[in-house]
């Protein structure tokens, strides 16, 4: 996997000393596109970072050429999508597959480190944290502080008593979640763990680690009816 300046295709600079933070989400499906428009839109509203690097596949940049066209009209010079090369992308190993996926994502992982690194960011926000759990419990140590999004939080169903029994594989695929989940909680540089389930932070919260972890409710935009349609109820 390239990991060079060059590679990367971004400017090396010695000197930054300005707040920046990067955004990794190398996902084009489902919620990932909005998260990221949401994640533009209330950039404005905060001040601690100043510099907004978005990482993303070169599929994102055509296929929703809306969202970047958003962060343009922002007219902020400081928000930027970056793409990951297409012999990047080309050597990612396909998802179909458990083996195939958990060697992508610990390449996936590395090119969060690669980019976090050469660009210098003081943070890293993952888009998708649960993918990288067992790369950061096992792998490969992030040049800088990280927060993410937990998405599919489990590990709390037995204490709610809503876990059906399980099978020995269950039982053993749940061992080696918790065994990886723990790990990631006392990662040093875990700063805080978003988490759409309400119900699930209280038991996270409960387990050694010196990070925050924070309910992050699930963002719902507001898109008011047509004019025409209103009438149409009357």
Not at 87 to 92: I, N, R, T, Y
Not at 172 to 185: A, C, I, T
């Amino acid at each position: 996997m390239q990991s060079s300046q060059q590679a990367l295709g971004i400017t090396h600079d010695s000197e930054k000393t300005t707040p920046h933070l990067l955004v990794f989400d190398l996902s084009i499906r489902g919620h990932h596109p909005n998260y990221i428009r949401h994640l533009i839109r209330y950039w404005h509203t905060q001040t601690h970072f100043q510099i907004l690097s978005i990482v993303v596949s070169p599929r994102f940049l055509t296929e929703h050429a809306d969202v970047v066209e958003f962060a343009e009209q922002q007219s902020n010079p400081n928000i930027r999508f970056i793409a990951i090369t297409h012999p990047q992308e080309s050597a990612l190993k396909s998802r179909k597959k458990p083996i195939d996926r958990n060697l992508r994502n610990l390449q996936e992982w590395r090119l969060f480190c690669d980019y976090a690194s050469q660009l210098q960011v003081n943070h890293g926000l993952i888009m998708y944290l649960d993918t990288y759990f067992l790369s950061i419990a096992w792998w490969l140590k992030p040049p800088c502080s990280f927060s993410g999004i937990y998405f599919r939080p489990t590990l709390h169903y037995r204490q709610l008593g809503v876990q059906p029994p399980l099978n020995w594989r269950q039982k053993l695929n749940q061992g080696r979640e918790n065994l990886n989940l723990n790990k990631v909680l006392r990662n040093s540089r875990l700063a805080t763990l978003f988490c759409l389930d309400p119900l699930a932070v209280p038991a996270l919260q409960q387990r050694p680690s010196q990070a925050e972890i924070i309910h992050l409710p699930d963002p719902v935009e507001f898109v008011p009816p047509p004019i025409c349609s209103l009438y149409l109820k009357r």
